[in-house]
């Protein structure tokens, strides 16, 4: 029988991650921003 | 757009949407490519929405939209003898600086970028023609979000610079795909990609960046007229390198904070730590979170911690 390793996370590396990725959603495109892109990329293919 | 990585821009810069207009045509119908572009041009001049709103590129037509974003549509033709590994046509786009076609492949790219991003825990949706719909952070997969903090980190080091200096999000979406080891962890794929790219730019020869589904595209060409714009490139990934590695060597959260503000901007920062502290205060409350001997907070699962008692601000109660 194979077991899957079981793999250890050190705690700084975890929060790093944490902090990392939060900044990362403040990085996105609001959603009104995306749809107000998306309309007008419909127009244009549409038109 | 399609493969996530668009990011919100710094300060005045505006985000760009690309569309590719692809005709049926032979790019042999077009003696002087420059006519397709001069077409479509006058496709949507033709328009009243567009009127001053048009400018025209090296490449592409750019419709802008005042204050909120760009949208580049370059037109192409399929190439009738260049396929990539998906067995699909690559493009031919004119060129006006050139006046030439010059080769490219954006959907092959986005799929293998796609390809490359794909990690156990996320799939993507497809889709080709429309917009794709923005995805939500907790559903991008770690090399988009790795190349997010790239752009962002690029932007706020090379601020003083003209974003045409500073090095193309393409290329270092490609060096970050192509390096990418698969981790679901954004500092431990953040970090060995760019340990990777400095690897490779250490030297005195020059690094050239292909295009994966198309060898014939160079998406560093600009570096090949240009040394300074390749030295900016290479003095980027030293700082991002050393930034890396002083952030490794932070102990606390102020100065992670005091780190991470220097690489990817104050404003962004403050509200993360901001969030986080809160986080871990709403935790305290309920139990659940304990220093272990090093002082970094863990969950309580952690055995040898010991729990943080909630303080109530309240004195000796």
Redesign the interface.
Known sequence: MTMKPVLS?S?????????????????????T??D???R??????N? | MRIGTTVKPKGEDEYDVDLVCELKADPSDFPNPIDLLDMVEERLRANQTYDGKIERKNRCIRINYANEFHMDILPACPSPSNFDFHGEHCLKVPDCTLEDWKDSNPKGYAKWFEGKARDATVEFRKSIEALPEQQAYEDLATLPRVVQLMKRNRDVILEDLDAKDRPISIVLTTLAAHYYNGSPSVIDALEYIVFNIRLHTVGTQRIKVLNPTNKEEDFSERWANDAKLYDTFVGWVDNLASSLEALRKTQGLPEIAAQLKVMFGENVTNFVVEDHLKRLTDLRKTGSVATTASGIIVLTETPKSNPIPYNTFHGNE
């Open positions: 996370r705690p700084f590396l975890s929060e790093l991650d944490d902090l990392l990725n939060g900044i990362g959603v403040k990085l996105q495109i609001s959603p921003e995306h107000e892109a998306k007008r990329y419909d127009t244009i293919t038109g």
